[in-house]
């Protein structure tokens, strides 16, 4: 059979073929040909392939022309003694097969038309296979679901290859429905554990699909109806797994917990932690699972530390978990980074409600203050202005911390009794040095860090400051109000006569720079 | 009772003598239950009796009256004069009426009677004129003929006496034909007409005679009497300026030698300057500690205040301020000396332009003198530093200077050089290419010329639209700076001269607005650039270069100033925010933190950002690290592609290196051509970082935790020391900085609040208020006054009415009873007298019937 070139041509051959093999079963050798165009070149061609197969086989499925059972191989089907119409639906079983293998592999295609209608068309063999069963229910009200199907469809989602964000997007439209997140967490997990008992060396892009779709995947937060399926049932039955949100929030802790346990790139890591808090912890059976990814994830160090820090404070704070040295290891992430990364609003809104506790020993308390009025000497403007009142919200809550800014007859010192590179706080004798640096930075060239550090200076009034609104302060604000203060009446000027433009000659710039 | 009144009488008695009746028995007193000094009372004493009794005699006088009048419809009005006015006597009343009467009688009755100002005549001339006796004519004329028609008017008048007609005409007709009646009319009518045109030119005479005569009495009577009318005369007598007069006067104007200040001589001149100089550093001194809201005047003022406005601590310095270029100090040289150089600017613009030639050469002369500009002495300065920087061969240097000569002898020559082919008057340019068409392609003193000469055309004080134009000038040459820093290689020199330093002191405000405008440009660049990216580049020579021009412009010691303080934020935030990526950066970050250091060389206050972008340099150049990583800050690496970017191996290239300033060129993206030369850039960035270093180490040698600060750089120091592969004075350098480090022993004092002032007890200083009025409630606003005030009014007012009304209910109602009484007894009174008529008549009549019995 010649077939025109062009997508034109091959749709309306193509719909001949369909025309034949559905009138009659003598035209069944034509899903050979049909099967064929998969495989072309053109992007074109293969979507009108694509549709075919799509209405064939749903035709078929919903004809029941398919074999449904155990399938046997084919060879000894063809060449045993059975029925021509057993015959024919086996081998029929057979294309279909090779059909939703070849579409499977057709996921993996660069043109994301293709890959988006070959998604479409197999979530619906999905959805008419869960309607038709192609396997015998082994006893009444059995729960059947074309696992083996979605699996496929899954596992070519999570390719290690290339980066399917977009199509996962597409994807997640299914996730709405209960039945296919059941079935794609499970899935999920076993693909995620298949590929990396494969390959010793997983690829980022594997990675990163996974994520998109395991952070796609959100549970209803109640038990309210379970009922939402893609694969209609005519009675759906309680004692179905699927139907009850326990069943759901295993598998959910499963497949994260699954996901988790490898070694994942640090990008990746951020990303999860960052989500941690409000998508994940909530949803787990056992959330007191989560603490050797917390806790090793707090031992990384740096900004990964800081962000494990809210999930193991929910642990700590909802679970009951006993961390000892929480305390200990938020005091070891102080350190000049901490004003400058992009998390440190999130960090000091956390360290905020740790130490908001008036229950802390002192010791600690002046530990925190000290160290972070060290860190300020470093610190730009922005972070100066929500650091400062942190610090005073410290010494309001902790009357017994006054101390630091308050001794008086204290004896003079020789040095800072404060020993910055002590990582316990507890022996970092911060109780008996004062805040020096605050007195420091009452000479800061930034008129309201001056102000704010110039607080101590008198007693503290009783009420805390919000810190909340400086938390996501930055300098171009703080440039911007600056500049729209008011004037005042006159603009003051420099009244020493400009000479040149680097100022006189002794002025540090003209020593140390010349024009030419 | 028995006992207040007596000591109410006694009180009232001295005080009120014109009392007609102090009657004891009628006076109320009203007792007061406090004495209060000083208060006025006007009701402590009442006479119930009298003014009841006139509130009576008020009701009968015009309630009673209404009431009785009720029932009528219509209503009698007295309208005699003064009928009811009581304070006129029966005499005065008739003569007034009377006089009315009179005047009635003679007021014309209405406008319509005609007849009512109809003029008598008699002979067809006005009584009233007769009686005047004026009338010459009449009394000359011939009396014979008075009093009786002449026979001709009668005839021709009534037609009578036929025979005289006849006689009369008979005369004529033998002259000429007879005339004809109508004839003979006419000519009587003509001659009556002439005879009164005669008669009427006669009057006519005699009234301007009259008139004559009237005025010489006039002139008589201003010499009899005294009283003239001086309306008149005022005019008349303007007196002759006398010639003595008008040299007295000329005396008295004449300009007299006065008592002048003496010329000040160089010492008392430079004294004062030095005092000018003083005021002003105390007021940028005031400005840096930000005192400027804080003064407030004491509220509280003590009883033993003697309010003659003393208050201890006031401060009177004032503020610096600028008023039309001019800096507003009292007492100031400078001042007077700008004006002076103004006024004389003005008359030179005056003078044209053909001497345009010769005010240049002034004009150098004045800014040396008043204005202070880059007047050929400080050009010479800078071109000096220039020649010294001319050392390190720099090609376009001698580009520019190739039409100059020899640069710092000739400097007069070739500005006039350069003048010569330049148009004298500019206008200001309306937009920067129009700024940019006019300076491009002229040299450094051209352009100067031409922006120095836009604003001598253009002074303010020249034409009224110039001041916005020369605002608008500053904004355009801050744009020209910046292209010309951005242009490659960088025109400096231009940038060098122009720093704006006039324009900016005339225009103050908006020279800080267009300098923050640029400075907005800069840091919405790098906001967006850290927004997609996450970290900025550093910015471009121009931004240094604004930076730079705004901490000339502006005094950068102020605890907060409206340009510096953002341009201070700007610095940080290149310095935390631009990674070191190249040698450039490197330069360019070198630069910020030389301008934060000048920032704040007088405040001396603190930049955590300047300490670590040094600390950062440091590590980029020790040689090896081994620790020490966490201590860095941001924009630097612990590891990583630039981590030793600054670090020379070379040791030829150390050896050859010579310690020099660092230009600023470089900073531009110009690649640097050998290894060699590079090598050179390193060590001369990591000598400038060293000497900055050192700077912030005399300068924070003070501050309570200058330990803990230094820490991290002295550790840095010592591996420097350790490694020894710098150059000699490099190590000597960093040597000195730790020495001074570890001389800097400080004792830690422990901190103490301040002692917060007791809250004061209640003094016995009474609270003094304004009372507007007593028993009013004080202390709200005005509004709320008044409105309490009306409200209270009102109800006064109210309550009044409403007792005035049942007071006259009650007294109607007492008339009524009283009209009610006087009917019934009226009628008792009649019945009673029927009765007894009654009663007569049926006892006439028994005593008749008894009779007629008897008999």
Request: aromatic share 6%.
């Amino acid at each position: 059979m010649e077939r025109e070139p062009g997508a034109e041509g091959a749709r309306r051959a193509l719909g001949h073929l369909l025309q034949a093999v559905l009138a009659s079963r003598s035209e069944a050798n034509a899903v050979f040909d049909i099967l064929a165009v998969l495989q072309s070149e053109d992007p074109e061609e293969i979507q009108e392939a694509v549709h075919t197969c799509s209405r064939l086989f749903g035709a078929l499925l919903e004809r029941g022309e398919l074999f449904v059972g155990q399938l046997p191989p084919e060879d000894t089907v063809l060449a045993g003694s059975h029925g021509a119409m057993r015959k024919y639906k086996i081998w029929m079983r057979h294309r279909y097969h090779s059909c939703s293998s070849h579409l499977g592999e057709l996921l993996a295609h660069p043109t994301f038309k293709v890959k988006e209608l070959v998604l479409k068309t197999l979530m619906k063999f999905v959805q008419l296979e869960g309607v038709h069963p192609l396997e015998k229910p082994k006893w009444e009200g059995q729960y059947l679901f074309p696992r083996k199907l979605f699996r496929a469809v899954v596992g070519g989602l999570l390719s290690p290859e290339q980066d399917h964000s977009l199509l996962l997007n597409q994807f997640c439209e299914y996730l709405e429905f209960d039945d296919i997140r059941y079935h794609t967490m499970q899935a999920a997990s076993d693909a995620v554990a298949q590929v990396t008992s494969q390959h010793p060396k997983v690829s980022l892009a594997f990675w990163n699909n996974a994520f998109t779709l395991l952070s796609a995947v959100s549970l209803p937060h109640q038990e309210r109806d379970i009922s939402n399926f893609y694969v209609k049932h005519v009675e759906p039955s309680d004692m179905w797994k699927v139907t009850h949100l326990k069943e759901h929030r295993k598998t959910f802790q499963a497949m994260w917990l699954g996901f988790l346990k490898h070694k994942l790139p640090l990008s990746l890591y951020k990303k999860v932690l960052v989500t941690m808090h409000d998508t994940i912890l909530p949803h787990l059976a056992q959330p007191t699972l989560m603490i050797d990814f917390l806790t090793s994830a707090c031992d990384v160090g740096g900004a990964i530390s800081l962000l494990a820090l809210n999930g193991l404070f929910i642990l700590i704070h909802q679970h009951n978990l006993e961390y000892p040295d929480f305390y200990q290891k938020l005091y070891g992430l102080l350190d000049p980074s901490i004003f400058h990364v992009k998390y440190r609003a999130r960090f000091f809104h956390l360290a905020d409600l740790f130490l908001s506790s008036s229950h802390l020993p002192a010791y600690l308390v002046a530990a925190f203050a000290k160290r972070l009025s060290r860190l300020a000497l470093t610190a730009p403007p922005e972070a100066l202005l929500m650091v400062l009142p942190f610090i005073c919200n410290l010494l309001r809550r902790h009357p017994a911390c006054r101390v630091l800014v308050h001794r008086p007859r204290g004896p003079e010192l020789d040095a800072d009794p404060y020993d910055p590179e002590e990582e316990d706080p507890a022996k970092s004798r911060a109780l008996e040095s004062c805040l020096w640096e605050l007195q420091t930075l009452q000479q800061h060239y930034h008129p309201e860090v001056s102000r704010a550090a110039s607080v101590i200076n008198q007693p503290l009034s009783v009420p805390e400051v919000s810190v909340t609104p400086l938390l996501g302060l930055t300098a171009y604000e703080i440039f911007e109000r600056d500049l729209k203060k008011q004037l005042p009446e006159s603009v003051p000027l420099e009244f020493i006569p400009a000479q040149g433009l680097l100022g006189q000659r002794e002025g540090i710039c003209a020593q140390l720079f010349t024009l030419s | 009772m028995g006992k207040a009144r007596p000591a109410g009488t006694r009180r009232q008695a001295p005080r009120a003598p014109a009392k007609i009746n102090p009657n004891p028995f009628e006076v109320k007193v009203n007792r007061q239950k406090f004495q209060i000094l000083g208060r006025k009372t006007r009701h402590d004493v009442g006479l119930p009796g009298v003014s009841r009794a006139r509130a009576i005699r008020k009701r009968t006088q015009t309630l009673l009256k209404e009431y009785k009048e009720r029932d009528k419809s219509n209503v009698f009005k007295d309208k005699r004069l003064g009928e009811y006015s009581s304070d006129m006597s029966p005499e005065e009343k008739m003569m007034k009426r009377f006089a009315l009467e009179q005047q009635r009688h003679h007021e014309k009755k209405s406008i319509y009677n005609l007849n009512e100002d109809e003029e008598l005549t008699h002979y067809g001339q006005s009584l009233a004129d007769i009686e005047k006796h004026n009338d010459i004519v009449d009394s000359d004329s011939d009396t014979e003929e008075r009093g009786a028609l002449s026979a001709e008017l009668t005839a021709a008048h009534f037609g009578g006496g036929g025979g005289i007609l006849q006689k009369k005409t008979a005369p004529q007709e033998e002259g000429d034909k007879p005339k004809s009646r109508k004839e003979l009319i006419e000519e009587l009518i003509a001659k009556s007409k002439q005879e009164k045109r005669e008669r009427q030119a006669q009057r006519e005479d005699a009234l301007e005679l009259t008139e004559k005569l009237d005025q010489d009495w006039k002139e008589i009577q201003t010499l009899l009497s005294h009283k003239t009318p001086k309306a008149e005369n005022r005019e008349k007598e303007k007196p002759k300026p006398d010639a003595y007069d008008m040299v007295v006067r000329e005396l008295g104007f004449e300009m007299k030698a006065k008592p002048s200040n003496r010329m000040k001589t160089e010492a008392e001149l430079a004294k004062e300057e030095q005092e000018r100089l003083r005021k002003l550093e105390a007021e940028r001194l005031r400005r840096m500690l930000g005192k400027d809201g804080e003064e407030k005047e004491p509220k509280h003022v003590s009883a033993d205040d003697l309010h003659d406005g003393f208050i201890l601590d006031r401060d009177d310095r004032r503020l610096l301020s600028y008023k039309d270029g001019k800096m507003n100090v009292e007492g100031d040289v400078g001042e007077e000396q700008s004006e002076e150089t103004g006024s004389q600017e003005n008359q030179e613009e005056e003078r044209g332009e053909d001497d345009e030639e010769e005010e240049d050469g002034e004009e150098s002369g004045e800014e040396e003198g008043g204005e202070e500009s880059a007047g050929p002495d400080s050009r010479s300065d800078l071109d000096s530093s220039a020649e010294s920087a001319e050392e390190g061969d720099e090609p376009e240097q001698e580009q520019h200077q190739a039409p100059c000569g020899s640069p710092t002898g000739d400097n007069q020559k070739t500005h006039r050089a350069g003048s010569q082919e330049l148009p004298y008057v500019f206008t200001v340019p309306e937009s920067y290419e129009e700024l940019r068409s006019l300076l491009s392609g002229r040299s450094v003193d051209e352009q100067l010329l031409v922006v120095e000469r836009i604003q001598k055309c253009n002074h303010p004080s020249l034409a009224v639209g110039n001041k916005a134009k020369l605002e608008k000038l500053f904004g355009f040459l801050l744009e020209y700076v910046g292209d010309r820093a951005t242009s490659d290689p960088p025109d400096l020199k231009v940038i060098d001269k122009l720093v704006l330093y006039n324009l900016c002191q005339m225009f103050p405000k908006s020279a800080s607005g267009s300098v923050k405008f640029v400075l907005r440009d800069a840091m919405h660049e790098m906001e967006e650039m850290i927004e997609t990216k996450g970290r900025a580049a550093f910015p471009g020579l121009d931004v240094l270069i604004y930076l730079k021009i705004a901490g000339l412009l502006f005094p950068t010691s102020d605890f907060w100033h409206p340009v510096v303080t953002p341009a201070l934020v700007c610095m940080s935030q290149i310095l935390t925010k631009c990674p070191v990526l190249s040698l450039h950066d490197v330069v360019k970050g070198l630069f910020v933190c030389c301008l934060f250091l000048d920032y704040v060389s007088l405040s001396r206050r603190f930049i955590p950002e300047l300490v670590n972008f040094l600390l950062g340099i440091l590590y980029i150049a020790a040689p090896n690290k081994q620790s020490r990583g966490s201590t860095l800050v941001h924009p630097f690496r612990a590891f990583g592609k630039n981590s030793e970017l600054l670090l020379v191996s070379d040791k030829d290239d150390v050896a050859t290196w010579q310690r020099g300033s660092l230009p600023l060129h470089w900073a531009s993206g110009r690649n640097i051509p050998t290894t060699a030369e590079a090598n050179h850039i390193r060590l001369s960035c990591l000598a400038v970082a060293l000497a900055l270093l050192k700077r912030c180490v005399v300068m924070y040698g003070t501050l309570p935790s200058f330990h803990a600060i230094v820490r991290p750089l002295q550790a840095l120091l010592a591996e420097h020391q350790a490694e020894r592969s710098h150059p000699p004075e490099l190590q000597e350098l960093s040597q000195s900085i730790l020495t001074d480090v570890e001389n800097q022993k400080q004792l830690y004092r422990p901190l103490i609040c301040e002692k917060s002032k007791p809250v004061p007890l209640k003094l016995f200083t009474p609270r003094l208020v304004k009372v507007l009025e007593f028993g009013r409630k004080q202390g709200s606003t005005k509004e709320e006054q008044e409105r309490k005030r009306l409200i209270h009014k009102h109800k006064r007012e109210f309550k009044g009415a409403v007792r005035e009304i049942r007071k006259d209910n009650q007294f109607l109602a007492r008339m009524q009873l009283s009209e009610i009484m006087e009917r019934d007894a009226e009628r008792k009174r009649k019945v009673k007298q029927l009765f007894n008529s009654l009663a007569t008549q049926e006892g006439e009549w028994k005593a008749l019937k008894r009779k007629k019995f008897k008999k």
